[in-house]
């Protein structure tokens, strides 16, 4: 069964990066879409970047500017760069691994803090 792992999360300042890493098992084959979402403790699930398999971005508009996405489809892996944090980027982080017919692998999550 297809497993997503995320990682890099963690507690960072104000102004500070981090860069979160999610790798997709190679059995999960036909990847399209991979994505990056939020979620805030009673908030919704929100999406922060995704990007497709021809590597087109989209961001949401509070991430503009200071995220980055990128992907390594060789290494089925994909990267979520984020700089000039705020504290209202404090959330669990989670990828999401879209295959071509649809079915979506979500990993369990990473931590980011943003405190000084």
């Known amino acids: 069964q297809g497993q997503v792992v995320e990682s890099g999360g963690g507690l960072v300042q104000p102004g500070g990066s981090l860069r979160l890493s999610c790798a997709a098992s190679t059995s999960i084959l036909s990847i399209n879409a991979m994505s990056w979402y939020r979620q805030a403790p009673g908030k919704v699930r929100e999406l922060v970047a995704n990007i497709s398999r021809d590597d087109t971005t989209h961001y949401a508009d509070s991430v503009k500017g200071r995220f980055t996405i990128s992907r390594d489809n060789a290494k089925n892996t994909v990267y979520l760069q984020m700089n000039n944090l705020k504290p209202v980027d404090t959330s669990v982080y989670y990828c999401?691994?879209?295959?071509?017919?649809?079915?979506?692998?979500w990993g369990q999550g990473t931590q980011v803090t943003v405190s000084s």
């Open positions: 999401a691994v879209r295959q071509f017919n649809g079915i979506t692998f």
